[in-house]
């Protein structure tokens, strides 16, 4: 069996994506691969974090356990996880759950896009020049991704909007996924944004405000 490092699993509210506001089980993953500026859980990635270690059948069994279908993969980065596809595919398995991997746009998901049966959705990040991470993304991902994924692109300023702009052009996204912007929190204004996408006619955009942060306190934790 498989043993993972979980650095927290509750019960909440999709606080963003094509779920928002839906009930799902969380799972995050202690650990990441990068380092973003505005990151809102660098405390699941450091070396002193207390996690949990759960195997695949742990994992499974809290989910059935909860009585809730949509399932969060989260961090910390999931995909960066030793075996994480023993996983992915035990719970791909079970048509009665719905999965969502959320993960930072720099690793290869070509293992997740080959789990053909009910194959676990991404909300996939692409880090703009705020995050100080832009030249980390795994560009090649746009080309694998489907109607059933996502595109997330967390906004902080005014050359991230036109950058993100440039991207969504140039790889069609809004023709292939789900696309959203999201505001770093603090950082920029929603009002900046929606006129932004109004001048540029971006069509097939989403704005989403991460509501877990609306509902409770920004650094309020298991929620």
Known sequence: MAEYNIAEKFISINGEGTKAGQLSVFIRF????LNCSYCDT????????VAEVMTE?????????SG?????????????????IILLE??????ALVVEIE???SIDVTDVINIKA?????????KLSSSGMENFMNTHNFELLEKKDTVKFVVGSASDLERAKQIIENY??????????SPVFGSIEPTEIVEYMIQSKLNGVNLQLQMHKIIWSPDKRGV
């Open 172 to 181: 069609r996204l809004t023709k292939k996924c789900n696309v959203y912007f």
């Open 103 to 105: 993960t930072n746009g």
């Open 68 to 84: 809730i279908k949509n399932v969060t993969l989260t961090g910390g980065e999931p995909l960066i996880q030793k075996d994480i």
């Open 42 to 49: 660098k405390w699941a990635n450091e070396p002193n974090t």
């Open 118 to 126: 009910n194959r676990p959705s991404l909300t996939m990040d692409y």
């Open 90 to 95: 035990k719970l791909a398995a079970d048509k």
């Open 57 to 65: 059948n742990n994992i499974y069994k809290y989910i059935k356990s």
């Open 30 to 33: 202690k650990g990441c691969n």
